[in-house]
């Protein structure tokens, strides 16, 4: 695509200044009705934020054979989990979609064929978080799928197409979790004070220490980087999301990290701001 394409497709979003891109832990679903330090760190984020025109958020909830961003005007808050109470299934999460946004971000990116979806709507992995950002619900939000037949380097690069939609202030969220292995999680250990076994905080600390040297391809390269990697992303999912903030780091840019704790042994709550 080349730039007076680009132009004439974004003209319904303007130019602003360029967005921070986040990356936000989202750990368990009873953080949209908690009042905890976590929460508190998305709440303080929102109040620091400048109001986009809208979020694209790539969600670990969400892996589709295949890539799709979400194009209906009013998605669905889905509850994407069980055995939580009631009061949780009860939140709904009424932003507006953007068919405009689906649209032109099909449209930007040349990797590979997006596809346009009216079914899904906004599962946990965006509205347990973006709700705190942005408590109102009148941000428009998408999407996007994490297509789970593809090799990390493939959503790294995916995500490079996306750059300029950061002068269109649009804000690029990923949500997951840096460490999760819900196999080992400490259970007893979830509400007290904060705990990682030493793999996770090694794999967590090795993981922020490239994210500040710029070693993208290390973490990109997850599964070469020894034991501690292996346990803290059992599965890739989770993790992805991580690759599609960094890859829309400049180099001038700054990276600040906030709810930089471990979770029941086996989780990290870390999330970072790219600004």
Not at 47 to 62: D, T
Not at 96 to 116: C, M, N, Q, R
Not at 256 to 271: E, V
Request: negative net charge; charged residues 20%.
């Amino acid at each position: 695509m080349n730039l007076r394409d680009f132009h004439k497709m974004t003209t319904h979003l303007g130019n602003t200044g360029k967005m921070p891109v986040l990356f936000l832990g989202h750990g368990s679903p009873m953080n949209a009705i908690e009042d905890n330090e976590f929460v508190k760190g998305f709440r303080n984020l929102g109040e620091e934020l400048e109001r986009p025109h809208a979020i694209l958020c790539v969600s670990a909830h969400w892996e589709t054979k295949g890539t799709y961003v979400t194009a209906m005007d009013h998605p669905q808050t889905i509850h994407d989990f069980g055995g939580f109470p009631q009061a949780l299934y009860d939140v709904q999460y009424p932003a507006p979609g953007s068919p405009e946004l689906a649209k032109t971000t099909k449209d930007l990116i040349t990797k590979t064929e997006v596809g346009l979806d009216y079914q899904w709507g906004l599962d946990h992995g965006s509205w347990s978080v973006v709700k705190h950002l942005y408590p109102i619900a009148d941000v428009p939000i998408i999407q996007m799928s994490l297509d789970y037949t593809k090799p990390p380097l493939y959503h790294y690069e995916l995500a490079l197409e996306l750059a300029a939609l950061r002068n269109k202030g649009i804000l690029i969220v990923g949500s997951g979790n840096m460490v999760h292995n819900l196999r080992m999680v400490a259970w007893d250990k979830v509400n007290g004070e904060p705990y990682g076994y030493d793999w996770a905080i090694e794999a967590n600390e090795k993981m922020k220490a490239f994210i500040l040297e710029n070693n993208h391809s290390s973490l990109i390269d997850f599964r070469s980087q020894g034991k501690a990697f292996d346990l803290a992303i059992p599965t890739p999912e989770h993790y992805l999301p991580l690759l599609y903030a960094i890859a829309l780091k400049e180099k001038n840019e700054d990276v600040s990290f906030f709810n930089d704790a471990p979770l029941g042994g086996s989780l990290s709550m870390t999330s970072l701001k790219i600004h």
